[in-house]
């Protein structure tokens, strides 16, 4: 089956500086690439998607880059801010399904 | 417009007993799934469902069970629980077909087996 590895597994950044999470896939068919956030004891909420054929999408202060050649994706989150303090999920989209990474607790420091 | 709703949100069992989690949506979404979260990991799924009378198996099957008799329900079902299946269990659904599109979720079902 697909592997989806993230990395870092926590990330401490101080408020205001950026942040940048990596996804890894293994499932070169992969053609959907999610980012969900889940805040504590919350349900997960999407924040950001791309397909494969486009390498960036910005959404104000998130964007998300693909590199399908190499099978990486990246969340990228400008101006931290206290609120973006929660669990960042990937779930690359393989055989129909999404198959869920094992998060990143983004830890925003005042 | 309450989106996707989840019953019970907590629930305690003792080993052997059984239960059923029912998920509600009010989007006229085709997909629907069940997920288990464990500490330190991703979502798993369960089982999923691409319409009203149809269930596949997802990822961890064993040990549940699903029906979706009506298109806005989703019924996730323990017949003997076990301690390995206490969890969260979040429902969705989305709209985009064969695992496009963004997933909805419910708020949660704390389920603890002892």
């Known amino acids: 089956g697909e592997n989806v590895e993230q990395h870092p597994s926590t990330l401490s950044v101080q408020e205001g500086d950026s942040a940048v999470i990596k996804c890894t896939y293994s499932?070169?068919?992969?053609?959907?690439f999610p980012w969900y956030k889940q805040e504590l004891g919350k349900r997960p909420q999407l924040i950001i998607d791309?397909?494969?054929n486009v390498g960036e999408k910005k959404d104000q202060r998130i964007a998300v880059t693909l590199n399908k050649t190499a099978k990486h994706f990246s969340l990228h989150i400008t101006e931290t801010q206290p609120e973006d303090s929660a669990v960042y999920f990937c779930?690359?989209?393989?055989?129909?399904?999404?198959?869920w990474g094992a998060g990143t607790k983004l830890i925003i420091k005042p | 417009n309450a989106g996707v709703t989840q019953t019970p949100k907590f629930r305690v069992l003792k080993t052997g007993q059984s239960m059923t989690l029912l998920c509600a949506q009010d989007?006229?979404?085709?997909?629907m799934y069940w997920y288990r979260q464990d500490p330190g990991m991703g979502l798993r799924l369960i089982h999923y469902?691409?319409?009203?009378?149809?269930?596949a198996k997802g990822e961890v099957p064993d040990g549940y069970n699903v029906s979706r008799l009506k298109k806005q329900n989703f019924l996730l079902g323990l017949e003997s629980a076990a301690p390995s299946q206490t969890s969260v269990y979040f429902c969705?659904?989305?709209?985009?077909?064969?695992?496009?599109?963004?997933?909805?979720f419910g708020e949660g079902s704390r389920l603890t087996v002892l």
């Open positions: 969705a659904s989305s709209r985009g077909t064969r695992g496009l599109g963004e997933l909805f």
């Open positions: 989007m006229n979404h085709e997909y």
């Open positions: 469902s691409v319409g009203e009378g149809t269930t």
């Open positions: 499932d070169s068919a992969s053609n959907y």
């Open positions: 791309i397909r494969s």
């Open positions: 779930a690359p989209r393989g055989n129909y399904q999404l198959i």
